[in-house]
């Protein structure tokens, strides 16, 4: 069966987008949002003329990833923002981990275009809300502050799955690994991040211990998260989008 003109499908995501976010608070906003989720189940790679990234022809010769040292671990395309949305598509090369990090203050929505994602998602807990005293000083390497957690969910998602979906509340910290290969992702945060209005992204690492069995512990529980810097081995690039343009 024919699909639809692929350039109109991007297009109505992204004009449902602005439509979403401009009222958030709305009382059209889960509605609106809904219709954005079912927009954005049917996006395909090849409706933003995307097609599965095999390894790097430059391998590591150490056995490493084989971006390593040679081209970024991930790629961002821009494809448009407003001031209440961005949208673009994420690329992980094979092996590659976006590290645990927030959104302060924002919804988004993530689709698997290829490949497969690990996705770990935890909420914020207030100061006062923590059942256990903080892991003891220089039990991690990060030198900020401590934050507890509640750690929801660890799940796979591929280009079958519904959109992962984090909210100012639910979800808003994640980490997102490339499993059994490259992976791609369409991504629309709102607001975008804007470090000036107290939206900038912050790195967190987990404190815990190894698990007492063989079986990690069970979702969700509760856990301390230490505030980091970027890690060293984790840098985003720029590529050209080279999909259906987006006028707004």
Not at 52 to 68: D, E, H, L, Q
Not at 147 to 166: E, I, V
Not at 185 to 204: E, K, N, T, V
Request: with cysteine; proline share 14%; aromatic share 6%.
């Amino acid at each position: 069966m024919p699909r639809d003109n692929m350039a109109s499908l991007i297009q109505r995501v992204a004009r449902q987008a602005r439509l979403t976010f401009r009222s958030p608070a709305g009382p059209a906003f889960g509605e609106n949002l809904h219709r954005l989720q079912q927009l954005l189940d049917e996006v395909r790679a090849e409706d933003l003329h995307l097609a599965p990234r095999g390894p790097s022809a430059a391998a590591a010769a150490g056995g490493g990833p084989p971006w390593a040292g040679v081209v970024p671990p991930v790629s961002y395309m821009h494809i448009c923002e407003t001031e209440s949305f961005s949208m673009g598509v994420f690329l992980l090369r094979s092996g590659a981990c976006i590290p645990l990090h927030d959104h302060p203050g924002m919804n988004g929505m993530l689709k698997v275009l290829y490949g497969t994602l690990r996705i770990a998602c935890m909420d914020t807990l207030p100061a006062g809300a923590a059942a256990a005293p903080p892991p003891p000083a220089g039990s991690g390497s990060g030198s900020g502050p401590c934050l507890r957690a509640l750690f929801r969910s660890r799940q796979h998602y591929t280009p079958a799955s519904p959109p992962c979906l984090l909210s100012p509340h639910t979800d808003n910290l994640h980490q997102i690994d490339a499993v059994d290969g490259p992976a791609a992702f369409l991504d629309i945060l709102a607001p975008p991040y804007d470090p000036q209005h107290g939206r900038d992204c912050h790195y967190y690492r987990l404190l815990e211990g190894p698990p007492a069995g063989a079986e990690p512990p069970a979702l969700p529980r509760e856990v301390w998260l230490v505030e980091t810097p970027q890690a060293a081995d984790f840098w985003c690039g720029g590529e050209p989008y080279p999909g259906p343009r987006v006028c707004l």
